[in-house]
Structures are given as C-alpha cells and as structure tokens.
C-alpha cells in the first residue's frame, strides 16, 4: 500500500511540476504529507468515505471552486471568497495554508497556518493524491481522529437541549467568540454534534490537554455537553 | 370622613395605577443596570438578548467610551495602544439596550426608582448594580484623590493608564519607580504585579538603569512564585519587593515632595503609582445594600441580601471565593441575567455555575494564567476546582497562554458589548 501510494505521489507531483506550479517545482514528499497531514485531522477527513466533520472533507479539492458544497455550513468569510471565484489549486492551497486568516478573514479554521514552504508542499502533494479521476484514490480508510473515539454510544446518542445549552454557553462565550471569530482562542460554533461531545469528553477525560478545558469539561455533565453540542451545532455567525 | 391610614393608602394606590401606564410602557418589565463594565454590560446584553424585547433594560454609564482594566498593564508595557482597549456601546444599543449616559446617583429602593445626575428619576422592578470600585478614604496616609494626578492610581482604565505612562516615559535615566500595593480584597489579584512586570519592561527597553519599589501590605499576592520567578528571570535586579514581614503596610506618601516612607525610610521617588484600599462604587452604598465595605450577595442569583429585587455583580459584590476579576463579573453578570429573566418573564432558570481564569503577561511572549470553576452554596460562592501555570514551564507553553489571552480578550469584550 505504502509503496503504490509512493509512486502515484510521484507520478502526481510530476504532473503538477509539468502544470507549471511554480512554487512545487521541487515537489512534495507525499509520505512527509501525511505526517503533516496529523495537523489537519482533528477537523478534516480525506481518503474513501470521508465525511464532511467540524471541516469539509478534502476528497476531490483540486479544480474545485472554494466553499462549494452545499451541506457543509460554511463560514461567511468562506462563502464570500467562494462567491469571488477562489478554486483550490496548488498555489491557492499554498497561499491558504500558510496564513488561512490573511487568505480568508473569519474562517472559523482555528490553524495559524503552516510556516514552512517544505510542509506545505508535503501536504498539498499528499492530498493531491485524493483528488484524481476516479475520485478517492487510493483506496484507504478515511483519517480522523481515533483517540477521542472510544465513547460510549449512548452519550452520542443523547439528544441535547439547546435551551439548556444557550444558558451553559455564557461559560464558553466569555473566551469563545460566539460570532465564531478566533484570535488565539479557537472557534467552537457550526461543529457537528458529535465532534463536539468527543471533544468535550476528551477533555473532560483528560485525554486532550488544556488545563482551562479540563477544569471547564470535569465539572459538566453528559446532558450538560449534549446541550451544548446542540447549541453551538445551530448558531448563525 | 376623616382620613384614615387605610384610605390614604387606597388613594395612593388608585394615583399610582393611574400613572402606571404612562410610567411603564407596553406593560413591559424593567431591568435598570448601573455601570457598564464587565459585569453590567454583559448583564444588559443577554437580559435584552435572551428575552427578546420582552424586558425594557436600560444601562446607565457615565463614560461615552469605556476602557477596560484588564490588558491596561499591556498599554503601559507597550503591548497594546490605550486605543486598542477602549470600546463605545454602539453595539448594545444595537442590541436593544437603552443606554444612557450619566451618573446614578440615588436609589429609592421602597419606589423602585434610581435617579440620575442629569435629573431623570428611572423606574424598575429589577435593578442590578455593577458599580466597580472606588477608594476607601485615608487609606494611604498622604494621599487622597486630589493628589492622583501627582501619584495616579491607574486602577480605573483610561485617562489614569495613559498620565502613569506618560510619567513612565518621562522619568528620568536611573529614576525610581514606586507602587504602593493595596491590601485584600481588591480588584484583580494578580494587577499590581502584572503592573510591575510591564512597567520593568518597558523599563528595560528604554532606561535600563532603572529601579522599581513595591510597598506591599501583604505577605504574599497572587501568583507570587510565577511572578518572582519571572523578575528574576527577565528583569534582574530592577524590582525590589516590600512584603509586609518587611514593613511594606506601613507606608506614607508625600505627592508634593514626591516622597514614599516605608517602615520609617524616606525614598524619593520620580513616579508613584498608589493603589489604594477598595470599596464598592458608591452607588451600592448609597443604595443601602452594602455591608463594610462591599455588597453581600445571594450566591444563587447575585441578589443582595438586603433586597431581593436589587442584584450587585463583580468587584462591588461580596459573594465568596471568587477573585475581583472581569471574567468573574462576566460569569457572575450570566447568571444574575438568567434569574432575573425567569422572575420577570417566567423563562426557565438554570442552576448557577460560575467560572473565572486570569491570565497575566510577566514579559513578551511569557504568559501565565490561573483559574477555577465555582458553584452557588446556601452560604457563599464556593470554590470547585481549579489550576495555575507552573513554575519553569517551556517558552511554547508560555507563548500560548499569551496568544490565549489575546483571544480571551476579543472573546470577552465581544460576550460584553456585542
């Protein structure tokens, strides 16, 4: 798998270099993408059966004009860009990556952008591979995150109430932007439900590390963050 | 027929449904909020917000444009512009809160009303105070309010932050820069020494050779060993600490000679920041629902235990383990925010739950925090749990509790003001 994944990484990173991708003339490693790559996968899935998640998925990125799909809620910051003709390509994903607030005001992609050319290039050449003809080659299983996953079903399940959630987000709202603005303190609104009860009980089971989050999420309970997934799952910037 | 007490009564009645009407428009309930800082206006904001135009919330605040305490320090440090912190109301009114400009000045707390500087007597059913802090007279011997041009305070936001740094810029090469520190309980534990860590800074950059003295009253003070740790790190042998085993309580100041004595010793000093011992902002006393100093308040809703339809949020309040802070105030301001919707309009209300973190910034890049999550007992506000930055943490973990209290900043302000 590894080996088949090397050569079509090559072979795409030469085609790109023939495209006359000026930045990508030295090419991207597509092995040292994926490591790359381990940034990105807290909010976006890519490879067969990826799903949109807190970001959209990246299957068939490039040629594709900016905040296209229409099941994904978009940032307005996004949709305008969108509206204004920005197609993804290697250039324009370069430019993105490397500052996505100088590119794209208000997106609510909490990443202060990847600084080396090096990584970029890695990156951009690992998830070229996902948008060829026929889409989602190679065939691999969609990244995501596994550590936050071993949740009991039944708390995802847990329908919140949003009302109750309104009242528990003045305690988020105070660092997070309820307009899903992000200077430092990632955005938290418009994400899927269920990333954000994984993401809670992550904290809350001091699997991911902060210490004002753990302290926020070890006192809420499993109603409590279903309330609040519920809340800032429907929130209008 | 004689006018019997109850007649009188009956006819003062009928008089005051007659005006009721034109008093209380739409038969809408009121909320009066006095003081538009963290607590009030956050307040103002969600009762306007959540109840839908259901509740008239009016915000009374002297100040066209209010510059906030917290992120001050990183003004006079040269961190931030005294423009970057100051922020204008547009945007409650906006969202549906009359604000109006003046001073509140008295509460009749048996008609309901609050009366303002400019003449207007305001009707409420609920008003909640959330005045901030003044100075307890004669608290430092020499020094009154007459004298915070020659030795500011700097401990309201604003024209105060920008004189202490114009001194600042202006003292001479080795000069002497001295803090009186207030004792407990005041507004933002860690802001004295916040202070002193930027003024060291700005200190280092532009007169290297020069010295800073604390007179504190105080044996310890928040985050002692991060802040110690870090003068002793960036800013060696500038800061000279007088806790109180070393006479730091006992202090004079003389504003026209420019004199500090401490523990008897006479310093002459070329600035001289003195922070005073605080109180509740005066309304609260006026109001008569303080105590001491500061106003004792039902943990379940920010209710004062001398009137239930009168609230008091933040540094005024007295309601347990919770620090002086803005984060506090904004925490305590949603809480109170819920009740009185729920006793106004019947809305759902939810258990109290209260947060606070405090960051700090000891040089650039080098930020600390401290924070804990609290709970409402029949007795007080109570500690739940909480944390502080470590001793020797690395430059990344610093940096990041910088930038996160960037973001906390544009987060709050926008929770406050909208």
Redesign the interface.
């Known amino acids: 798998m590894v080996r088949v994944t090397q050569i079509l990484g090559a072979a795409l990173v030469a085609g790109l270099a023939t495209l006359g991708g000026a930045a990508f003339a030295q090419g991207g490693n597509v092995d040292a993408g994926a490591k790359v790559f381990k940034k990105c996968k807290g909010c976006h899935q890519v490879g067969k059966g990826a799903e949109h998640r807190i970001g959209p998925h990246l299957n068939g990125l490039f040629g594709r004009k900016a905040a296209t799909y229409e099941e994904f809620n978009y940032s307005k910051g996004f949709q305008r860009i969108g509206g204004g003709g920005l197609v993804w390509h290697a250039e324009s994903l370069d430019a993105f990556l490397e500052n996505p607030r100088a590119m794209v005001s208000r997106t609510r992609m909490s990443f202060p952008g990847l600084k080396k050319a090096e990584d970029r290039a890695n990156l951009i050449a690992y998830l070229r591979q996902f948008s060829d003809n026929p889409a989602d080659i190679p065939e691999a299983d969609p990244t995501a995150q596994g550590v936050d996953h071993d949740l009991d079903p039944a708390i995802l399940a847990l329908k919140g109430d949003p009302?109750?959630g309104?009242?528990?987000s003045?305690?988020c709202?105070?660092?997070?932007?309820?307009?899903g603005?992000?200077?430092?303190?990632p955005s938290i609104v418009l994400w899927p439900e269920e990333d954000f009860v994984l993401a809670m009980h992550a904290y809350k089971s001091k699997h991911r590390i902060h210490?004002?989050m753990?302290?926020?999420a070890?006192?809420l309970g499993d109603e409590e963050i279903a309330a609040l997934a519920a809340y800032f799952a429907t929130l209008e910037e | 027929m004689t006018l019997n007490r109850r007649t009188f009564l009956g006819a003062a009645a009928a008089a005051a449904s007659l005006s009721a009407p034109m008093v209380r428009a739409m038969g809408k309930p009121r909320v009066v909020v006095v003081g538009g800082g963290a607590g009030g206006a956050t307040a103002a904001r969600?009762i306007a917000k959540?109840s839908k135009g259901a509740i008239d919330v009016t915000l009374i605040e002297p100040t066209r444009k209010y510059y906030t305490c917290f992120f001050s320090n990183l003004y006079l440090g040269g961190f931030k512009n005294i423009e970057d912190i100051g922020h204008t109301y547009g945007g409650l009114a906006a969202g549906g809160v009359n604000v109006v400009h003046d001073w509140a000045v008295g509460v009749d707390r048996d008609a309901k009303t609050v009366s303002l500087a400019g003449g207007a007597t305001l009707p409420y059913d609920k008003l909640i105070l959330s005045p901030g802090i003044d100075f307890v007279e004669g608290a430092v011997e020499g020094w009154d309010l007459s004298a915070q041009n020659a030795m500011p305070h700097a401990y309201k936001a604003g024209s105060q932050s920008e004189l202490l740094k114009a001194q600042l810029m202006a003292m001479p090469e080795g000069g002497v820069f001295a803090m009186v520190a207030p004792p407990n309980p005041f507004r933002c534990p860690p802001g004295p020494y916040e202070r002193v860590s930027m003024v060291a800074h700005f200190l280092k950059q532009n007169n290297p050779t020069a010295k800073i003295i604390v007179a504190d009253p105080k044996p310890k003070f928040s985050k002692m060993a991060l802040f110690q740790e870090g003068w002793a790190n960036h800013y060696e042998g500038m800061v000279d600490w007088i806790g109180d085993d070393f006479g730091g309580g006992n202090v004079s100041v003389d504003p026209n000679a420019m004199t500090v004595t401490i523990d008897g010793e006479e310093t002459k000093v070329d600035v001289c920041n003195v922070i005073p011992a605080m109180k509740a902002g005066r309304i609260a006393e006026l109001a008569g629902v303080t105590d001491g100093n500061w106003a004792p308040v039902n943990a379940a809703d920010m209710s004062t235990k001398a009137d239930g339809d009168v609230y008091v949020l933040g540094d005024a309040s007295a309601q347990g383990d919770m620090p002086k802070s803005g984060?506090s105030a904004?925490?305590q301001a949603?809480v109170c925010a819920?009740a009185v919707r729920g006793a106004l309009t019947g809305s759902?209300v939810?258990p109290a739950?209260f947060?606070n973190?405090c960051w700090s910034l000891i040089a650039p890049d080098d930020g600390v925090?401290v924070?804990?999550?609290y709970e409402a007992t029949a007795d007080k506000i109570a500690k739940?749990?909480?944390?502080i930055s470590q001793t020797g943490e690395t430059a990344d973990v610093r940096k990041t509790t910088y930038?996160?209290?960037?973001?906390?900043?544009?987060?709050?302000t926008?929770?406050m003001l909208g």
């Open positions: 009302e109750y309104q009242y528990l003045g305690e709202t105070t660092c997070h932007q309820s307009a603005g992000d200077d430092g303190i210490p004002v753990q302290m926020i070890g006192r | 969600y959540d984060f904004n925490s949603k819920n759902k939810f739950k947060s973190t925090k924070g804990a999550t739940v749990d909480g944390f930038m996160e209290s960037e973001g906390w900043y544009s987060g709050i926008a929770d």
